[in-house]
Every structure is written in C-alpha cells, then in structure tokens.
C-alpha cells in the first residue's frame, strides 16, 4: 500500500451516498475454505491505495471501490487472496495455511520461543512509528445483564500520539492526546449503571500490546489492570512454540505463554491468584509482533484481550482492538461487556493537533448525537446483533430514535436543580408506557426523616432496573437543594432529584399538603395502591416484587 506523510485507513466503509460512475459499495463475507466457518477481522484492501476495510465478528465486510479496482485479502493464518472487485462480493473463501511444527523444521528455523518474545520487545523501536501521529478510531462498546443488552455506545475517537511508538507508556492519556470527536449512546439499563465508566476509551487503547505495558513488577498477577504486564513480569510466564504460520507471505512464529501457579493468603486461606494465557503472533524477519490474544481468569469472572496490526510503508500500526469479558455475582447473575477499536485513518503531519477532552459524564453530554455524520462516515459493518439491541434496549424504537432520546434523558436527570420542574415534566412524559414511578416529595428540612430516606436507597438498589425512584424538593434556593442532596447522599443508588418551587402546579397536580409524601405510579401515569407507601412499611416491596414479576402489565 502506498505510504505518504497521510495514510487512510477506511475500514468498515458505511456510505449513503457514492457516485454511480465512479465507485460503489460491495458487501460480502470472508469464510474458512475448508470449515465453511466466518474469517473475522481479515484485512481486505484496495491494491495501489490506502484504502481498506476488515471483516468483522461474523467476516462481513462492505467496501467502497472504484470500477476495476483489484482487492487483496490478508489475514493471520491463511493465505493471501488477490481478485478483481468484481469477484468481491458474495462469499469468498480463504485458504488456510499449515502451521508448520516438527522436529527438523523448528531445529533448522525456529529459536527458543522465550527468546523470541525478549526479541519481539527489544525490536519495538525498529518495526514501530518513532514520530508522532494522529490516529482516528471507531469505537463500539455494548453490555448485557445475563442474556439482556442493557446499553450501547457509539464514538469517533482522535488518538494524538506525541513521539509515536517512541516510549512504552504505562496508562492511555500518557504523552497522549485523546479527543471524542463524536458519539452516539443508549440508556444505560444494566444492574451496574451507577458503575459504569461514561465510555472506556482508555480500556481498549490499553489493549495495546505494544504501547502500554505495566511499569513495574507486580507481586501477583492483577485481573482489573488494563495494560499488559507481561514484559515486566516476564519471569512469571512459560512460553511454547506451537508452531510457524504466514501473514501476507511472511513466516511468523505462533508462541503461546501461560502464566506460573500463584496462590495468595486471605484469611479463608490461600486462594488461587488470577491466571493469564495468550497468544503471539511474531515475524520472523523482524520480530515484528503483528498479533496478540490474552484471556485473563478469577474464579468465573474472565476478560479476553486481542490486537491486531498491519504494515503501512515501513512500520506496523495498529488496527484493531477487542476485548470482552464477564462477571458472576452472588445471586449468580452475569454481567457481560465488548469493547472495539477500529481505525479509520492515520495523519503524519506537523501540524496534526486536537486537544483532549475530558471523558467524564458532564463533558461528554455536551457532545450532541449528529445523524448525519454517522450517516457518511467510517463504522463497523453490523451484524443482526443490532436487532437485538433494538429489541432489548429500546422495545422496538431504532437506534436512531434511542441515540436521541439519550440525550432528551440525560439533559432531564444530569442537573434537576436547575429548571427541575421542565425537566421532571418531561421526565413524566417520557416514563409513560415505560416504567414504573417511585415518586418522594421532601423539603430540605428532612432531618426527622432521613430514617425513609436509607429505606427508599436500598429499595431502589434492588428494584432499579424495573422501577425508577425520584425525589423532588420543593426548595425555591438550588443552594439549599444541592446541600441536602449532597450531604445525604441523595444521588445514591441511581436516585433521580429534582427540586421544584413551592407553587409549582406539580404540587397542585399531585395533591402534596405536607412533606415527606410517597406515590407509586404505574407504567400509564396513573396512582398504584400498595397498601402503604412509605419506603419502610413491609407492604410497599411486596408490593414492589408482585408488580415487577413478568407478565404483570403495572
């Protein structure tokens, strides 16, 4: 491929609109010629230019090319494919490569893996961009509660490298510009919202192999760190040759690694430490490292890393990232996740800035959903995986609609000091048909109370994700409004506040003499009797548990 002071990467090509003449969208799906199985993340590029796509987890591609293009599809194990765009679309079926491992073949080729890998860090600065450059990523990132999906986000994310490859950093954000430069999401409806990170950009840059690595030597093996640790705890792994395969024409050394049996004392005992197994993927012209898979284990909980990278002119740049993983809890419920990272482009230039962003919630409501730009530029090609987030996230709404209605919510919820009656009406109106109310009307003298208050928190802890429990103020002072809330901690537990003014025709519309005072809506708006309602009485969560059981139509 060409390689100039700009190289494009468009993968994942998703158009609206492209000149008949000149070009047009080709969608086709990449399989194992002999298993009939999908060929994910394969490279299909466009011979003479930068420009590409790659398979994604089923091996669907689409791919805008110019008439009489010619195409050439590389991926890790298989051999290389060349064919005109005609021949493009459909089904096309990779050849796999022998993995070559016997005794005369690795005595005449093959070095002690361990050797391989020091080789593979130590050549870093050799098969890797020293200079700066911006790189622009696509990310996706979904979640689900057992077999539920339970939110989605979207975002175009910049990536300002300074000095490029040059340094290994320990974090994302290190020598580091990091922008999102669009971004698109749905209601967060998992039993971990209130956990949740906005968005994990730095996550799934830190799936980097290459680029980031654990600064220091670790006691045992840590499964929540983000990058890799193992070059600084080397001596903690045993390493396999399992044998040699090719990439592009090129013979490349298949190396698997294991961590060494660790155990930790707790006060149970000693307990088995976390484990770590993987994969390298390494040149043997250049030790150049071109992929790597990881899968990290504690007890039921578990979390895959991969990477991928390609060559462009003289150095290899990254251009994929996943990682995915799941948690058990207690009451045996599973809590799962995948994150990807595509890149879509890459700048060398001079004068390449962004200015980073910060990634909390507040800076990145103000990021508003652009239908148009999703509409023209580079995503992952979809798999019927989005039917079902429609049906689980949105209950029949397009994600388009939802993309929308996220930022309808988040601009009711995120501050309902300010305009809290606007805001709590339109929160009204948008629960209708959707969710249960738990509606608390307090004053900001709650001292006498504050004992219904801890029982309202542990209801909404465990009923949340069927009944949405909101305290409204009535406080004409915001001052004295966000002092409350933040001394009690109202916030907690996925609380929605509110303060409206004394006056308000809310208080009118719900008939509120005196405060504290508790009404249970049903999904249509309309007063439930549980019997009782204040947050303490045993009969208001019977209540609650009968009126979320499937089937009741509350």
């Not at 979904?142 to 979207?154: A, H, N």
């Not at 060494?260 to 149970?268: E, G």
């Not at 388009?400 to 309902?416: I, K, L, P």
């Not at 409004?481 to 609380?495: K, N, P, S």
């Amino acid at each position: 491929m060409i390689f100039g002071k700009k190289i494009q990467w468009l993968f994942f090509v998703l158009a609206s609109t492209i000149s008949a003449f000149s070009q047009s969208i080709v969608n086709g799906s990449v399989v194992d010629q002999e298993t009939g199985l999908p060929v994910p993340f394969a490279s299909i590029g466009i011979i003479g230019t930068s420009k590409g796509t790659s398979s994604n987890l089923n091996g669907e591609f689409s791919l805008a090319i110019p008439a009489g293009a010619t195409i050439k599809i590389t991926c890790v194990g298989y051999e290389s494919l060349t064919l005109n765009a005609s021949g493009l679309s459909g089904t096309i079926k990779l050849r796999p490569q022998t993995t070559h491992l016997n005794e005369v073949f690795v005595l005449a080729k093959a070095q002690n893996p361990r050797t391989v890998v020091r080789k593979a860090f130590a050549n870093l600065s050799n098969n890797y961009s020293k200079e700066s450059f911006l790189q622009k990523f696509f990310y996706r990132h979904y979640c689900k509660d057992d077999s539920v999906f339970g939110r989605l986000i979207e975002a175009s994310v910049d990536v300002l490298k300074h000095q490029g490859y040059r340094t290994i950093r320990s974090r994302a954000g290190d020598k580091e510009e990091i922008q999102v430069a669009q971004l698109r999401r749905s209601l967060d409806k998992t039993v971990m919202a209130q956990g949740h990170e906005p968005i994990s950009v730095h996550n799934i840059l830190q799936a980097d192999l290459v680029g980031y690595q654990s600064p220091v030597k670790s006691e045992h093996l840590k499964f929540y760190e983000e990058a890799s640790s193992l070059r600084t705890d080397f001596e903690s792994y045993t390493f396999a040759l399992e044998g040699i395969t090719t990439h592009d024409g090129l013979e490349v050394y298949k190396i698997s690694y294991q961590s060494k049996p660790d155990s930790i004392l707790t006060t149970a005992g000693y307990l088995p430490a976390t484990t770590a197994r993987g994969t390298l993927f390494i040149a043997m012209d250049s030790y150049a490292l071109i992929k790597s898979e990881d899968i990290k284990q504690d007890g039921p909980n578990w979390i895959r890393t991969s990477a991928y990278y390609q060559k462009y002119g003289d150095y290899y740049y990254p251009y994929h990232f996943v990682r995915e993983g799941e948690s058990r809890f207690s009451d045996n419920h599973e809590h799962s996740f995948h994150i990807e990272l595509m890149s879509v482009e890459i700048q060398h230039s001079s004068t390449s800035k962004i200015r980073s962003n910060p990634l909390d919630k507040e800076s990145l409501l103000k990021i508003g959903y652009d239908s148009a730009f999703w509409s023209t530029h580079t995503v992952l090609k979809t798999t019927p995986l989005e039917d079902d987030i429609i049906h689980d996230l949105g209950g029949g709404r397009s994600l388009n609609d939802q993309f929308y209605r996220y930022q309808q919510y988040e601009w009711s919820t995120a501050d309902g000091g300010k305009n809290g009656s606007e805001k709590f009406k339109w929160f009204l109106e948008d629960s209708r048909g959707e969710r249960i109310l738990y509606l608390g009307f307090i004053s900001n003298h709650c001292q006498p109370y504050l004992n219904e208050l801890e029982h309202l928190k542990k209801l909404s802890k465990a009923y949340r994700t069927h009944i949405a429990f909101v305290l409204i103020m009535i406080e004409n002072d915001e001052t004295k409004w966000q002092e409350v809330v933040t001394r009690y901690t109202l916030f907690a537990d996925g609380i929605i506040n509110y303060r409206i003014e004394v006056g308000s025709d809310l208080v009118k519309r719900f008939k509120i003499n005196e405060t504290p005072a508790f009404l249970l809506l049903s999904k249509e708006g309309t007063p439930l009797d549980p019997g009782a309602t204040v947050p303490s009485n045993p009969l208001l969560e019977a209540f609650l548990k009968n009126v979320i059981k499937p089937g009741n139509s509350q």
